[in-house]
């Protein structure tokens, strides 16, 4: 079983729409959970950052971590085209652990 | 503030041919990592520092040599390049490992490689 896992897609959906993103994971030590959007052809930028488990919103954006299930979302409201972007999923143990463990992300496309 | 710079942005190689790819980091932090992106691989770690003159192995660090004699500056090197090595290159640096929002992890555009 892979560590993360994420659907890569591709996800069309029209403008407005509400976006889900997931990811699951196996290693129950994870507790620093994150979001990275990569647009075409430029490196990955941080979106969203959560610790533990809950919601967090910014703005359209909300990730949601539950712990119980390993499983973390990334909510978009309102989806614009500007948001249509590849989506990447990291997380890590913290502590003394470096690694960033990612998924290998969803293609996500928002039609005007 | 420019952040993570990596040059060259695109490179073609022959095979065993070398190159050096260079990442600089104007937000004086401490680690440093190389990852490489495929289709259908996602990101995958080739070596990384956690300050300078330190280097240590990824996933993926066959083939490749790393080099941090300055604390801004982390260099990738292919010895002897390969078609398995096409790939986009990214360079990314964190303020700490010890968990917490100083972890995250800030990437540069990326170098696109090929090796014919």
């Known amino acids: 079983q892979k560590e993360v896992e994420q659907d890569p897609g591709p996800l069309s959906v029209p403008e407005g729409a509400i976006v889900s993103l997931n990811c699951t994971y196996s290693n129950s030590a994870f507790q620093y959970f994150m979001w990275y959007r990569q647009y075409s052809r430029k490196g990955p930028e941080l979106l969203m950052y959560?610790?533990?488990?809950g919601n967090k919103e910014d703005g359209r954006f909300t990730a949601q971590v539950d712990k119980s299930s390993k499983y973390i979302s990334l909510f978009i409201r309102d989806s614009q085209p500007s948001d249509s972007a590849t989506y990447l999923c990291?997380?890590?143990?913290?502590?003394?652990?470096?690694?960033?463990?990612f998924g290998k992300g969803t293609l996500l496309t928002v039609n005007p | 503030n420019a952040g993570v710079t990596q040059t060259p942005k695109f490179r073609v190689l022959k095979t065993g041919q070398s190159m050096t790819l260079l990442c600089a980091q104007d937000m004086n932090h401490e680690y440093m990592y190389w990852y490489r992106q495929d289709p259908g691989m996602g990101l995958r770690l080739i070596h990384y520092?956690?300050?300078?003159?330190?280097?240590a192995k990824g996933e993926v660090p066959d083939g490749y040599n790393v080099s941090r004699l300055k604390k801004q500056n982390f260099l990738l090197g292919l010895e002897s390049a390969a078609p398995s090595q096409t790939s986009v290159y990214f360079c990314?640096?964190?303020?700490?490992?010890?968990?917490?929002?100083?972890?995250?992890?800030?990437f540069g555009a990326g170098t696109r490689l090929s090796v014919l």
């Open positions: 990291a997380m890590n143990s913290g502590g003394s652990n470096y690694k960033l463990t």
């Open positions: 959560t610790y533990s488990s």
């Open positions: 990314a640096s964190s303020y700490s490992l010890a968990g917490g929002p100083q972890d995250i992890q800030y």
């Open positions: 520092s956690v300050g300078e003159g330190t280097t």
